[in-house]
């Protein structure tokens, strides 16, 4: 899915409209809004389009387009004790478990992708170890060779 396709879906996000995607560390990266009302949401690589539209929603709060009714609820029916409210203490823990839980999948996304760049590097600098030992063992030979030569030149002249 592109950008423009995922503005023009998602034109009820506020904010929507500035939308970036980055890739990092074998995640995408989402970023939108502006100021106090900035958004990100992460998802992998291989997301498929409906799970970068719910990252997207879950960022901000809302349901995806196929759970919000198309019709409003039959008047009459009311739930217990007045409109149902999500706002409140189990609302709130619940959303901080779910972004320190999105913040925690990050991390350790990163974490692995900084982790696996660290291994080639080391293993890069093994390769390079042995091709100056090596290099020290070819220059070491031909210090040898050159005595040898040198020796014989100088038996050559003595005799």
Do not use: C
């Not at 091709?131 to 040898?148: I, P, Q, S, T, W």
């Amino acid at each position: 899915m592109s950008i423009a396709d995922l503005k023009t879906r998602l034109a009820d996000v506020p904010g929507i409209s500035s939308l970036t995607m980055n890739i990092d560390g074998g995640r995408i990266l989402l970023r939108w809004g502006a100021g106090s009302l900035s958004y990100s949401a992460s998802v992998s690589n291989g997301a498929s389009d409906a799970e970068v539209e719910a990252a997207i929603r879950a960022a901000i709060k809302l349901p995806p387009v196929a759970l919000i009714p198309d019709k409003p609820a039959a008047a009459g029916i009311q739930p217990q004790g007045g409109a149902m409210s999500v706002t409140g203490a189990g609302a709130a823990g619940q959303s901080l478990r779910e972004l320190m839980e999105g913040h925690r999948r990050t991390l350790e996304d990163l974490t692995a992708a900084h982790m696996d760049k660290m291994r080639e590097g080391f293993a890069k600098q093994l390769q390079g170890v042995q091709a100056l030992g090596r290099l020290a063992d070819k220059v070491h030979a031909e210090g040898d060779e050159f005595l040898a030569l040198i020796g014989q030149y100088t038996n050559d002249l003595e005799g």
